[in-house]
């Protein structure tokens, strides 16, 4: 286990910065969220701790990125930024998700809701489903897994056609795998950030995932006709358990964050953490460190604190978040899972402990 320790002098100036405008604008930040920033760089901080990498294969040290500051950040000319002709965020959902349609709407009201605390001061509208067939995408089956999977780049296309002019961004989720091309085994999500869309695969969150007993295994691995989408008619889709939720938050998040102009973060234990696989990604705190919130907060101008009650709100609510017309006997039995946000929630309690004491 290696544990990247920067220093308190090099924290402070990814988060300050040397640039005398930028340190004035910190100036401007109230007393008691410069309080919380500046957890950054204290040594003994508990609420924002250094990045350990357990194996070789951790994304740090098989992917070797520079650094980006808060500095880097906001000079950066190629970065996107909501304006107020373009301020929304659209997800479409692609294929189905859990056992009817209701509880596809359930889950995505829940991801909706997350985003919009998240994202704090933006508007997130939900696409109707549409089914793999109306994409139009390639598909296979993957020789090792023997599961289904779309074609990613494909979905790309799609969905820059779908976007709308008052989009921030458009991006496509689904329970279905993925492949970027056919040299690929998988990938767990793609995006073109300069067009602001990307799509995200939640299949391999799914516990099962790489157990013999996965159920999303075809029991036939003979070529399929690539205009049979039929094949796709009942195909699995997991149950939406609180660790599958948790993993798509963080997911969809850290994508998203992506489309900002946030690189991988570096610093701190983050949520924009590259992660090269499922351990990994489990292992990232739910928010941002100070550097990156640093980084979103003059994207949207929001108030930190606002911000952190909204997400506390989301974890403390249980009511499912349903539209009302469809608060019916079905929708009404399924609560949000969020036995796995305790420990964010407890995390966002202590943040809030020094933004309010």
């Known amino acids: 286990m290696k544990v990247i320790q920067h220093s308190a002098e090099v924290l402070k100036v990814a988060l300050i910065s040397r640039n005398r ?22 040594p003994d901080s508990v609420l924002f701790k250094p990045i350990t990498l357990h194996s070789e294969s951790d994304w740090i040290s098989s992917h070797p990125e520079p650094t980006q500051d808060f500095a ?7 970065r996107n930024k909501p304006s107020s002709k373009n301020s929304l965020i659209y997800i479409q959902p ?20 997350y985003c919009e605390a998240f994202y704090y001061g933006l508007t997130v509208r939900i696409l109707r489903p549409v089914p793999v067939s109306h994409t139009g995408c390639a598909f296979r089956i993957n020789d090792y897994t023997c599961n289904l999977q779309i074609h990613a780049g494909h979905l ?40 602001g869309v990307g799509i995200f695969s939640f299949a391999r969150y799914d516990s099962d995932f790489y157990s013999e007993n996965y159920k999303g295994k075809l029991k036939t691995t003979k070529k399929i006709s690539p205009a049979d989408y039929s094949v796709f008619d009942g195909y699995y889709t997991p149950e939406i358990t609180s660790l599958l939720l948790l993993r798509s938050c963080k997911t969809l998040t850290h994508e998203i964050g992506h489309i900002f102009g946030l690189h991988h973060c570096q610093w701190l234990q983050c949520v ?43 974890m403390e609510d249980e009511v499912n978040g349903t539209k009302p017309e ?19 929630h407890d995390w966002i309690a202590k943040c809030l402990d020094v933004l309010q004491k």
């Open 156 to 195: 790309l296309s799609y969905l820059k056609k779908k976007k709308a002019k008052d989009a921030f961004c458009i991006v496509g989720i689904t329970m279905i795998d993925l492949y970027p091309k056919e040299s690929w085994n998988f990938v767990f999500g793609q995006a073109s950030l300069t067009e």
């Open 21 to 42: 405008q930028l340190a004035r604008l910190y100036e401007e930040f109230a007393p008691k969220e410069k309080l919380l920033l500046n957890e950054a760089f204290r």
């Open 72 to 78: 880097q950040f906001y000079h950066d000319p190629c």
């Open 272 to 314: 924009m953490q590259g992660s090269n696989h499922l351990e990994e990604s489990d292992r990232r705190p739910l928010d941002l460190c100070p550097i990156c919130l640093r980084k979103l907060q003059s994207s949207l101008g929001f108030n930190i604190t606002e911000r952190y009650k909204a997400l506390q709100r989301w």
């Open 326 to 344: 469809l608060h019916d006997e079905a929708s009404l039995s399924l609560q949000k899972p969020v036995a796995t946000f305790k420990e964010s």
């Open 94 to 113: 692609i294929g189905g998700f859990g056992d009817s349609r209701v509880s596809t709407d359930v889950y995505m009201n829940w991801l909706k809701d």
